[in-house]
């Protein structure tokens, strides 16, 4: 095991502790509420960029195979911010559907409730938003590739080049219509359980989670196929 390997652990460890010490733990409770898109900024871009650094190390045995991380950062960042609202959204969206019978829903506050509510809310949530915030990391994910991680080669990326360089039938057929249904549903059901400032940061965590997943079964692929 390499000294960055051990600096990565480190950091995880150190970010889990950051959420068990009671004064940290309040702080950060705190801060999200206070100062919501900030905090999710913050807290996406960090956990999003360090889940993309430890998929490229299972990868291609090297944390910053990826060019133009400092992109990638940012648009994380700004992904998180749009969470924000979004989860608020499909949070008080599908509770006042249920409230005016537009949904089904439990009139008794028993924990079997809970669960359908945050199974609804993630249902909703991840049908209609998901997909589209697919494409748009898609897209810019491959902007960035393609202009090589510098910002003078991505502004002169063209969108065709950008279209045609997407394997779309890799990414609907597998990246949507799969992870959505057999991830993303179930794991932002469990989301939407928690309280609402920690909803961002478990977000976050999954999309480390599933950046795992996603690199372990591509290179199970591979050698499969070779």
Known sequence: MKKLDLLFIAIFIGIITLLIITPTREFIAS?????????????????????ELIASRIATKNYFSKKGLIYRFII?????????????IFDQGVRASMLTG??????SDTLLSKIFTAFSVSFFMNLIFAPTFMILHRVTDTFIDL???????????????????IDWQNFFGFVV??????????AHTITFLLPENYRILSAGFLS???????????????????
Do not use: C, Q
Request: glycine share 10%.
């Open 147 to 165: 202009g090589e991680g510098h910002i003078n080669k991505i502004l002169k990326v063209k969108g065709h080049d950008v279209i045609r360089t």
């Open 76 to 88: 994380w960042g700004l992904l998180g911010m749009a969470f924000v609202l979004v989860f608020k």
């Open 102 to 107: 537009l949904l089904p829903s439990f009139t």
């Open 177 to 186: 219509l799969k992870t959505i249904p057999l991830f993303w549903i179930p």
């Open 208 to 226: 480390i989670a599933l950046g795992l997943i996603l690199t372990l079964s591509k290179l199970k692929k591979n050698k499969s196929n070779n």
């Open 31 to 51: 801060s999200s509420s206070n100062n919501p898109y900030l905090m999710g900024f913050i807290k996406t871009s960090i956990l999003a960029t360090y889940g």
